[in-house]
Every structure is written in C-alpha cells, then in structure tokens.
C-alpha cells in the first residue's frame, strides 16, 4: 500500500485548501482511512477520519465545522477539505490507513503516506 498526501501549500488565514491522498492496492474500499498533522515540535495528532463506505467521519474537535474528509473509492482517493484556516492549523498533514472502522489513535492506523506542509499565515 502507498500513500501520498498532496495539495499543501502557503496560504493566509481564513483561506482554504484541498489535501488529496492518492491510495495504491485493490483493498483501499476495505479500509477506513485519516488524516493527522503534525507540527513543528510537537507529536502527530489525528485530524480526520472516515469509514470504508464513507458514510460515516470522525473530527478532532479543532477542525470541526471546518474541515471535511471524504473518499472516492472508484478513484482510491481521499481527501481533506480544509477551510476557515487559522495560523494553528500549520503543519506537515499525512494520510494514513485504518485497521479500524473508524480510527483515531496512531496505532489504529498501518500504513503512513509521506506528508504535505500546510502553512498559513496570520
């Protein structure tokens, strides 16, 4: 399985920005999957993450009302749709896969995509 987070990038406060994670194997229908961000410093944390029929999604209570994950399982895709952004949303965002049905911890998560930097500016 292969990862790869996409769609980072410098933007200002209240902006929005669409994280893309392309998903290898033919089992990515079979998995939930979410988002973590880690910034400078500080430990990974969980973001987002979503059921592998994505009927169903979980928020850290931070991003709540703000950001929305989804998936494409025709396209193995995910996404994180990020707006409202605030200068404490910077950080490195990282696509991960589920061993749960919905998970949150680190643990609960296999395998790991390489991460896209998110930076906004106040």
């Known amino acids: 399985v292969q990862l790869q987070a996409s769609g980072g990038g410098l933007v200002q406060a209240a902006a929005s920005l669409r994280l893309s994670c392309p998903a290898s194997g033919r089992t990515f229908n079979y998995y939930g999957m979410g988002w973590f961000r880690q910034a400078p410093g500080k430990e990974r944390e969980f973001v987002a993450s979503i059921s592998w029929s994505g009927d169903r999604s979980y928020y850290r209570d931070s991003v709540k009302g703000r950001f929305s994950i989804s998936r494409d399982n025709a396209k193995n895709m995910v996404y994180l749709q990020m707006n409202s952004l605030k200068p404490e949303d910077t950080a490195v965002y990282y696509c991960?896969?589920?061993?749960?049905?919905?998970?949150?911890?680190?643990?609960?998560?296999?395998?790991w995509g390489q991460g896209t930097l998110v930076t906004v500016s106040s």
């Open positions: 991960a896969r589920s061993i749960a049905a919905l998970g949150s911890r680190l643990s609960q998560f296999d395998y």
